[in-house]
């Protein structure tokens, strides 16, 4: 029973495809976030999500748009890739003090 | 602002040794503090979390942390290090006070097990 489940684990694209990375929990948390781990190992918050509700969104290019159809998903889509999208993004879930649970990751390369 | 400092980008010890991971973090509010571990290739994993109560928390993997107000510290600790403690920890808070419920987390530190 994966708590938070993203596919695809890896993804390699050409620089000006567009993809999309999906994330799923079944936990019964009511918060998500997308993170962004790059090549020297910083996570930095891209979104967050509650109860389907945008609430944070740091400085992310507008290329970058999270969907989340319902509590327990939250997708992310990725317009024109560039090669500085390469990176390890990490789905979360969490509910009110409760642990933060992440996904495995999915490693995306841009070529 | 919510932030983290990890001021170790690598720490050595040999295995049987005690080990500490440092981190000191920055808040409004009240911290939720949380020590997470990565292995490579692999995604972040659970610790432990300080939010109230004893200063000294117990985790996973014979992990411990002490939260320490007065130096807004929460370094990690192990009493005997072993070789597949070999890692990258990071150490995450939340303010409590704000709305705001993403963790910020630390640069990470390499911790390096020797046998």
């Known amino acids: 029973d994966t708590a938070v489940s993203q596919t695809p684990k890896y993804l390699v694209t050409q620089m000006g495809n567009d993809k999309s990375i999906k994330c799923e929990q079944n936990l019964g948390h009511d918060t998500m976030y997308w993170y962004k781990q790059d090549s020297k190992k910083f996570l930095k918050i891209m979104f967050s999500?509650?109860?389907?509700?945008?609430?944070i969104n740091e400085t992310v290019p507008n290329r970058f748009s999270p969907k989340s159809p319902d509590k327990a998903h939250l997708n992310l889509h990725i317009n024109s890739l560039e090669l500085g999208d390469s990176a390890v993004y990490f789905c979360?879930?969490?509910?009110?003090?409760?642990?933060?649970?992440f996904g495995s990751g999915t490693r995306l390369t841009v070529v | 602002a919510q932030s983290v400092a990890q001021p170790e980008d690598q720490v050595n010890v040999a295995e049987g040794n005690p080990l500490t991971v440092k981190c000191t973090y920055s808040v409004s509010g009240n911290p939720y503090l949380f020590w997470y571990v990565q292995y490579p290739n692999r995604g972040l994993q659970f610790l432990l979390k300080?939010?109230?109560?004893?200063?000294l928390v117990k985790g996973s993997y014979g992990f411990e942390a002490e939260f320490n107000k007065s130096q807004t510290s929460f370094h990690l600790k192990k009493p005997s290090a072993l070789v597949s403690d070999s890692a990258l920890y990071f150490c995450?808070?939340?303010?409590?006070?704000?709305?705001?419920?993403?963790?910020?987390f630390g640069s990470g530190t390499r911790l390096q097990v020797q046998p």
């Open positions: 995450a808070v939340r303010d409590m006070n704000t709305g705001r419920r993403a963790l910020t």
């Open positions: 979360a879930s969490s509910q009110d003090t409760g642990g933060y649970t």
């Open positions: 999500y509650n109860n389907k509700e945008l609430i």
């Open positions: 300080y939010i109230t109560g004893d200063n």
